[in-house]
Structure formats: structure tokens, C-alpha cells
């Protein structure tokens, strides 16, 4: 492959890049109007008291739902239900040591996980 090729990859990469901001932009205020239309139905389906109905609008039947999900783990929420675990199941002398313990065992668990190494190209403005 010669320069004039990279050349020309290059400059495919970076209209690509452009191309994809811009429909990320445009995706984003898309998913921004559809949650501000989105919370005025469900408002007015609140109100109205008619969560338990399914709306049919042409071919389309829109239903209120609601689900529930869990918060993310983050080492510090390991850190902290650890923590309160090991002051909860243990001994007062173990547990005045449960911080610490916890702690072993955050680290332990962070630096005994696989390890993948992925390759791409980094985009960024000048």
C-alpha cells in the first residue's frame, strides 16, 4: 500500500467521522424531543387516570409501562455494601476491621479480572 492509498483512507475515515457526528447530534435531539412528548402523554395519561389504557393510533399502540432496574455497580458501591456486610455477619473485633477488608477484597476483585485488549483508531481534533 502506498501513501496515495493511506492517503485515501484517510480521508474516508474522516468524512465517515463527520458523517456519524452528525447524525449523533441529530439522533440526540431526536431522543431529547421524543422524552419531552413522551412525559407530556404520560402527564395527561396520569391525570386523566388512564395508565391501564393502550392509546391506538394508526397501526401503533402506545401503552404505559413501567419497569424497574438496579443501580450500577461502581467500586465504591462494592466498597460500602461490603463494608456493611462484614460489620453485619462478624465478631465486633472483626468488624471494626471491615473497612479494611472490604477494601482487600475490592482490590482483589479489580486486579484479578481478564484483560482484553481492543485496537482502534482515536479520532480527534487538532
Known amino acids: 500500500m502506498d501513501k496515495d492509498y493511506l492517503k485515501t483512507y484517510v480521508n474516508k475515515l474522516l468524512e465517515i ?3 456519524e457526528d452528525k447524525i449523533k447530534a441529530l439522533s440526540a435531539n431526536l431522543r431529547k424531543e421524543k422524552e419531552n412528548v413522551s412525559s407530556y402523554i ?4 396520569t391525570k386523566n387516570h388512564i395508565t391501564e389504557k393502550d392509546i391506538i393510533f ?4 402506545i401503552k404505559y409501562t413501567a419497569s424497574n432496574s438496579q ?7 462494592i466498597l460500602m455494601k461490603l ?3 462484614f460489620k453485619t455477619k462478624f465478631s465486633e473485633e472483626a ?5 479494611e477488608t472490604a477494601q482487600e477484597a475490592v ?3 479489580y486486579s484479578s479480572r ?6 482502534y483508531l482515536k479520532i480527534s481534533k487538532v
Open 17 to 19: 467521522e463527520k458523517e
Open 42 to 45: 404520560m402527564d395527561f395519561m
Open 58 to 61: 394508526g397501526d401503533r399502540k
Open 71 to 77: 443501580e450500577g455497580i461502581t467500586k465504591g458501591l
Open 83 to 85: 463494608t456493611e456486610f
Open 95 to 99: 468488624a471494626s476491621k471491615a473497612e
Open 107 to 109: 482490590k482483589y476483585i
Open 114 to 119: 481478564d484483560r482484553v485488549e481492543k485496537n
